[in-house]
Nanobody
């Protein structure tokens, strides 16, 4: 059973930066075999895909964060990070790390929550104007 633990959330002013981290443990396949993503859910809204990375290292971003967020997968220490720059109040949400290894991903579904089986409990990001 894969365990994912997010950290790095907090409160910053608009225009600021944060780095989220996700630590993975308990994986039964090589960490390099997992495709992973970051999702967020604001109060009263559906969970949405923010960024994802496939097993070849290709990255995918929601239009709302392109040019501001960068996802990175660190195979040496089994972590996933999300560098968030130029933060906006609308980025306020609970951020979740997700992972899967089943091979069911396509370039069209890596930002879909249903593509992933393993989820962390989230870390809260609050951006003030």
């Amino acid at each position: 059973q894969v365990q994912l633990v997010e950290s790095g959330g907090g409160s910053v002013q608009a225009g600021g930066s944060l780095v989220l981290s996700c630590a993975a443990a308990g994986y039964t396949y090589p960490y390099t075999a997992y495709y992973m993503g970051w999702f967020r859910q604001a109060p009263g809204k559906e969970r949405e895909g923010v960024a994802a990375i496939n097993t070849d290292g290709l990255t995918f971003y929601a239009d709302s964060v392109k040019g501001r967020f960068t996802i990175s997968k660190h195979n040496a220490n089994s972590t996933l990070s999300l560098q968030m720059n130029m933060l906006k109040p609308e980025d306020t949400a609970m951020y979740y790390c997700a992972a899967d290894v089943s091979g069911s991903w396509t370039t069209g579904n890596l930002l879909s929550a249903g593509t992933y089986v393993y989820w962390g409990k989230g870390t809260l990001v609050n951006i003030s104007s």
